[in-house]
């Protein structure tokens, strides 16, 4: 399905175009930027950013089929930094990124690529959650847990997963790198 | 389907899980905010785009403004960025200077704020709230400037 119609329409000033564009991604975009441990109203702010950037550069964006990874990178990137100034960075504003605008989010991943856009199909939302059913504990209910309370610190989840909160992250990482592997076998197989 | 799976990062496998488990739903006003934005078009005008200063883009010593510069074909937008109470206040240079009668609007998401430019090509507003802001430049005689938008936080 391309979107040429939908950014064309946008265009031409077509309100109720940009409320379906909103309506198919926020849920998406508000996952994205959650993921860098933002609270709500950092995520908010992300999120606000991310659909000012597209009203801005939507004229520039060659191929219509790459709305999404654009709105997805562009999301990532305002997360980040935010992210960024909570660890002690002092921004009066965000760095200047030139080259961003015109070229990252069309050049990053590949449609479908990522994760966050294929779950917003049922199907692949399942299949993720199958996997996540195959591993090992302590990945299992780290998963669970760390889907289900997105607001939860490091001491809270360790605690309840029974583990030193120092080990939490380090066996977060293990347990994605991890998943990571098995979805990309999955692909791998025809 | 050629899938590219080296391109997931930690935050994009734990935003699917969230996504997929559907335990933190996008609250109901980030998506009214997201539809609000629309109301922010500027379908004629020319966007001035963010340019490196000599002061390190960015970063803010305690003593010294935050200076930024965005270019359009023709101007330059410059802003000094202060925030002495926890809200923003903005003073502004366009260069060269269009002629009289142009106008400066001073947009957040959620305000605008309108300056005539003096003769000498300067504007100021404070006492903005952090977040969004975009400086709109209307000339009399061509189309509207308006600089990309950028976050300010103090």
Request: proline content about 9%; some cysteine; hydrophobic content about 40%.
């Amino acid at each position: 399905m391309s979107d040429q119609p939908v950014i064309e329409a946008i265009l031409a000033g077509d309100q109720a175009a940009w409320d379906a564009l909103v309506t198919r991604f926020a849920g998406a975009l508000w996952s994205a930027v959650r993921a860098y441990d933002l609270n709500p109203a950092d995520a908010a702010d992300a999120v606000q950013g991310t659909w000012l950037r597209l009203l801005e550069n939507l004229h520039t964006i060659r191929d219509p089929d790459r709305i999404g990874p654009w709105l997805f990178t562009t999301a990532k990137r305002e997360a980040s930094l935010l992210r960024r100034r909570h660890r002690g960075e002092r921004l009066v504003a965000d760095p200047v990124d030139t080259e961003h605008a015109r070229s990252a989010p069309a050049d990053a991943g590949h449609v479908h690529a990522d994760p966050v856009l294929a779950v917003l199909t049922a199907d692949e939302s399942r299949r993720l959650w199958q996997a996540v059913d195959r591993m090992p504990e302590p990945c299992r209910s780290l998963f669970r847990l760390m889907a289900t309370a997105p607001d939860a610190g490091v001491r809270q989840l360790a605690g309840r997963l029974g583990m030193p909160s120092g080990s939490y992250g380090p066996t977060r990482g293990r347990c994605l790198n991890r998943l990571r592997t098995m979805l990309t076998t999955r692909e791998a197989t025809p | 389907m050629t899938r590219h799976p080296t391109t997931i990062d930690d935050e994009s496998l734990i935003a699917a899980l969230r996504l997929a488990s559907g335990s933190d739903p996008v609250p109901a006003q980030v998506t009214a905010a997201a539809r609000a934005v629309f109301g922010l078009r500027l379908p004629d005008a020319d966007t001035a785009r963010p340019v490196v200063t000599s002061v390190p883009q960015g970063v803010r010593s305690a003593e010294e403004p935050g200076l930024l510069r965005f270019v359009a074909a023709g101007l330059t937008v410059e802003l000094e960025v202060t925030s002495p109470d926890g809200l923003v206040d903005l003073a502004g240079q366009i260069s060269p200077c269009p002629g009289a009668g142009t106008l400066v609007e001073i947009r957040t998401p959620h305000l605008t704020e309108s300056r005539p430019l003096s003769p000498t090509g300067q504007f100021a507003v404070t006492g903005l709230p952090p977040g969004w802001f975009s400086v709109v430049c209307h000339r009399p005689d061509s189309f509207p400037v308006v600089t990309s938008w950028t976050r300010i936080r103090p």
